[in-house]
């Protein structure tokens, strides 16, 4: 079965460069959401969209943004990057209040 | 503000115990509930969805359970094997939002 794809698996950066992380949703599922887990910690929500549309905002620095397309993939944009950003970022999707599945994970290093 | 905790934050048991890792809501208005798994450095692997109407759900050797009036969720898991190894996370969705919130997970050691 087809699972949620997450590009690139690892991503490392400079400080103040800029990273964009992609999210491809299971087919068929019409909402999005992203996390950021930092080491040793629980997930925390950044930001979600249903249809296109953002649907909540968590904990997102405004130096972050994030949209998702028509095709539903959606794209998370990191500008400015600092050492506190090097972390495990997911993607999950759900087909509506369904059951969250989650992408393996982008891994970013900010030195 | 949904606040979910889970205890105890690390259990070490020997294989074939059963055993129960517990998850606590602040909000009781929730639309479901799911607990994951996750390996070291890897994703959440779904477990089991609750939804709000639902009292408990099972897989394999795994049974959730739903009890939104007093604010909890418990994920037995029975004959407990090394592979069973790993943290396991609750995480909440409060009705009228698009966000789950994560619990602080269990760290799980099965011994052989």
């Known amino acids: 079965a087809a699972g949620v794809i997450q590009s690139p698996r690892h991503l490392i950066k400079e400080k103040r460069e800029t990273a964009t992380l992609k999210c491809y949703p299971i087919?068929?599922?019409?909402?999005v959401y992203w996390y950021q887990q930092g080491p040793g910690q629980d997930p925390q929500f950044l930001i979600s969209?249903?249809?296109?549309?953002?649907?909540d905002k968590g904990s997102i620095p405004d130096r972050f943004s994030a949209q998702q397309f028509s095709d539903y993939h959606s794209e998370l944009n990191m500008s400015s990057l600092e050492l506190g950003d090097s972390a495990l970022y997911f993607c999950?999707?759900?087909?509506?209040?369904?059951?969250?599945?989650f992408g393996e994970g982008s891994r970013l290093t900010v030195l | 503000k949904q606040e979910v905790t889970q205890i105890p934050a690390a259990l070490s048991v020997p294989e074939g115990e059963n055993l129960v890792l517990n998850c606590s809501f602040t909000?009781?208005?929730?639309?479901?509930l799911q607990w994951f798994r996750q390996d070291p450095g890897k994703g959440l692997t779904s477990l089991l969805l609750?939804?709000?109407?639902?009292r408990e759900q099972t897989s394999g050797r795994l049974n959730a359970s739903l009890d939104k009036s007093s604010g909890r969720s418990t994920l037995y898991i029975a004959a407990s094997q090394p592979g069973d190894s790993a943290t396991y996370l609750c995480?909440?969705?409060?009705?009228?939002?698009?966000?789950?919130?994560f619990g602080t997970g269990t760290r799980l050691k099965v011994l052989a």
């Open positions: 609750i939804q709000s109407s639902q």
């Open positions: 999950a999707s759900s087909e509506g209040n369904g059951e969250l599945f």
């Open positions: 909000d009781s208005a929730i639309y479901n």
């Open positions: 995480a909440v969705k409060t009705s009228g939002t698009y966000k789950y919130i």
């Open positions: 969209f249903y249809e296109k549309m953002q649907s």
């Open positions: 087919p068929r599922h019409d909402t």
